[in-house]
């Protein structure tokens, strides 16, 4: 463990957000990187090794954003720096296939039984927009059921009551969404299913499918209810739509197998992505045979991508998959202990300091909302009190400490993180309550 980072000051990462925001929106190429919503400047990133991020002034984070979740097995992990260097040598793109993509795609198949067969793409957005195209042209059928704070990437369809950034800046959908895209997208309040059975009688033979984030990371943290994702499988069967489950964000992390071994699920489709790619941008959709060999050139659904199964993307994925099933028990068991003793520490420092807070976590991913109340769904969840949050975030990182900029987005940890990080911060947990 390093020492804890003292703040020197932060002038290199303004002067360079001002030359950003010459080229970018808001400086950035991500909205929520601009972290409007909790105040401040953003660090600009220098480097990162395991779980410590450097930004461009020289300070020194402990990092729980992780990228957004791939950084699995902290930043700069070796075997995956070797494997993009020994992958770059042959060149970066060729614009055709390698050996490689099968080699990815038969250890992700061995993890998820659900994939009998897959496609690499380069994002989650294009995964999970593919996996509608598809569960259309499978059923003949044009609505979509999704749930309000989930996000699955920012296809047009996909962005009504999304969470992630769309909930961050209070939008409630997005400009440039044509209407008559919007009405093919039913959003309905997650873990509530009688809600969706609703839905599902007052669009008789219409709903081509059903996506979600299985744990939601978009409207912060946000676990299904016992059964949930049980009853979603069987009225979407019930009813002839598709179940879609979006493990961009869970996947390779609730378990080896993502939130569909951890809640033994069976859906139609599979989307993945972050840990897959080991970082670098790579998105999978998959499922059942079938459905799949619908595709082109074997059926009529069209998708294709330039970058599709890159080989240094290949390269970075094998090597996190094939670390990740290598040492699962211990991966996860690692994950698991370090993010309850970093949840249980915090409980007993917002009691200490009477701080409302409550906690959701599934394995090594959650969020601390400020709200006395659970939180079950994105209403809940939008009840919580962003100001303190705002204030909480910026604390934090004075002492050293990096958390994704809004309320309604997880936080992640790493194999990376150890005790000395933890006890990091917790110290800075203690000085950043008192400052609320
Ligand atoms: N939508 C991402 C988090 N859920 C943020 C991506 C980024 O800004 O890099």
């Known amino acids: ?5 003292t703040t020197a000051g932060r002038s290199r ?17 991500s909205p929520v990187r601009a972290f409007r919503a909790v105040g401040g400047a953003p660090p600009f990133v220098a480097s990162a090794a395991g779980a410590w991020i450097t930004d461009a002034d020289g300070n020194r984070y402990v990092d729980y954003v992780g990228s957004w979740g791939p950084m699995i097995l902290g930043h700069a992990f070796p075997p995956v720096v070797e494997a993009i260097e020994r992958a770059a040598r042959n060149s970066a793109s060729y614009g ?3 050996a490689a993509e099968a080699d990815l795609a038969e250890r992700i198949a061995a993890c998820y039984p659900a994939l009998d067969k897959m496609r ?4 989650g957005t294009e995964a999970t927009m593919s996996a509608i195209r598809l569960a259309r042209a499978a059923t003949g059928r044009k609505i979509i059921i999704k749930f309000e704070g989930c996000y699955h990437g920012h296809a047009d369809g996909l962005l009504v009551k999304a969470g992630s950034g769309v909930a961050t800046f209070g939008i409630p959908g997005s400009a440039g969404v044509p209407e008559e895209i919007a009405r093919l997208t039913l959003a309905l309040p ?16 219409a709903i081509a499918a059903i996506i979600l984030e299985p744990v939601v990371g978009n409207a912060g943290c946000i676990p299904p ?11 979407t069967a019930q009813h002839g739509a598709l179940l879609i489950v979006d493990e961009v964000m869970t996947g390779f992390r609730v378990a080896l197998g993502g939130a569909c071994e951890r809640y033994n699920l069976d859906p139609d489709l ?32 069209y998708q294709a991508g330039t ?11 094998i090597a996190t998959v094939s670390y990740l099933q290598e040492h699962a028990a211990e991966v996860y068991a690692k994950l698991e202990s370090t993010a309850k003793t970093l949840a249980e520490g915090v409980a007993a420092e917002a009691a200490k300091a009477g701080v409302a807070l409550t906690t959701n976590r599934v394995g090594a991913m959650w969020t601390w909302f400020f709200t006395p109340a659970p939180v079950r769904n994105y209403e809940e969840a939008a009840k919580s009190d962003t100001a303190a949050f705002g204030r909480f975030h910026r604390a934090m990182l004075d002492q050293g400490v990096w958390l994704p900029p809004s309320q309604f987005e997880a936080a992640f940890l790493s194999t990376a993180h150890g005790e000395g990080e933890i006890a990091a911060t917790l110290a800075a947990v203690g000085e950043a309550f008192k400052a609320l």
């Open 225 to 235: 209810a016992p059964g949930y994702l049980a009853g979603l499988r069987a009225l």
């Open 13 to 29: 990462s303004h002067a360079l957000q001002t030359r950003a925001e010459r080229f970018f929106p808001g400086g950035v190429n």
């Open 307 to 317: 970058l599709s199964g890159n080989p240094l993307a290949m390269a970075a994925g």
């Open 120 to 123: 690499f793409v380069s994002s």
């Open 1 to 5: 463990m390093t020492t804890p980072s």
């Open 270 to 301: 599979v989307t993945l992505g972050k840990i897959v790619g080991g970082g670098l941008p790579v998105g999978v959709f998959g499922g059942k045979r079938l459905l799949m060999d619908l595709l082109a050139p074997l059926g009529p659904v």
């Open 190 to 205: 997650y873990n509530d299913l009688a809600a969706v059975e609703a839905a599902l009688a007052a669009h008789p033979d």
């Open 96 to 98: 055709a296939s390698t």
